[in-house]
T-cell receptor, first 119, second 110 residues
Framework: GAVVSQHPSRVICKSGTSVKIECRSL??????MFWYRQFPKKSLMLMAT?????????EQGVEKDKFLINHASLTLSTLTVTSAHPEDSSFYIC???????????????FGPGTRLTVT | DAKTTQPPSMDCAEGRAANLPCNHS???????VYWYRQIHSQGPQYIIH???NNETNEMASLIITEDRKSSTLILPHATLRDTAVYYC???????????FGKGTKLSVKP
């Protein structure tokens, strides 16, 4: 299946700082990328959907000024958690779907996740 | 997208088939059934999806009832590495979003 990578896998930051998480589709062009967050022992919650070259669509209750999403290319999306606070500590997972150069349509594949801890 | 109902947990003996049920009684005609699983502290892994016909791949089989109101994911020979939370998701083709429910926590025991 298609490969989606995330970087970093784990990050610890101080309260008030910003953290950027990268999501890359390694062998296909991701026309759409998704960002989820997951609290311990809970299910994944969709935060936002982004299409390459356009603004992200945020789910209800997700602050767009706090969680900045950029999907500037067909293989890269970034999530920036601005002015992070301890309650932002969570497992952030990106997902991508799109098509390969040969036109093969990919289902939605997920990255390995980034564990953010805000102290 | 239609909602799904899954049992919160199941056990399975190693080497036996694991049959994970899912109810999706409000599914509409153009909605697909997707299965993903999530091993602890990893991103979800795609398993299989189907519309109305049964599907099989190298990981699992998906059996969808004729009325499409329920389905079963079958792992034919469960191993300890299949211990994970399995999510059944109904989505309107390639356009809808994947909305995760609580899933079924499958524990494969030796």
């Amino acid at each position: 299946g298609a490969v989606v990578s995330q970087h970093p896998s784990r990050v610890i930051c101080k309260s008030g700082t910003s953290v950027k998480i990268e999501c890359r589709s390694l062998d296909f062009q991701a026309t759409t990328m998704f960002w989820y967050r997951q609290f311990p022992k809970k299910s994944l919650m969709l935060m936002a959907t982004s299409n390459e070259g356009s603004k992200a669509t945020y789910e209800q209750g997700v602050e767009k000024d706090k969680f900045l999403i950029n999907h500037a290319s067909l293989t890269l999306s970034t999530l920036t958690v601005t002015s992070a606070h301890p309650e932002d500590s969570s497992f952030y997972i990106c997902s991508a779907k799109g098509a390969s150069g040969s036109g093969e349509i990919y289902e939605q594949y997920f990255g390995p996740g980034t564990r953010l801890t805000v102290t | 997208d239609a909602k799904t109902t899954q049992p919160p947990s199941m056990d399975c003996a190693e080497g036996r088939a694991a049959n994970l049920p899912c109810n999706h009684s409000t599914i509409s005609g153009n909605e697909y059934v997707y299965w993903y699983r999530q091993i602890h502290s990893q991103g979800p892994q795609y398993i299989i999806h189907g519309l109305k016909n049964n599907e099989t791949n190298e990981m699992a089989s998906l059996i969808i009832t004729e009325d499409r109101k329920s389905s079963t994911l079958i792992l034919p020979h469960a191993t300890l590495r299949d211990t994970a939370v399995y999510y059944c998701i109904v989505r309107g083709g390639s356009q809808g979003n994947l909305i995760f429910g609580k899933g079924t926590k499958l524990s494969v025991k030796p």
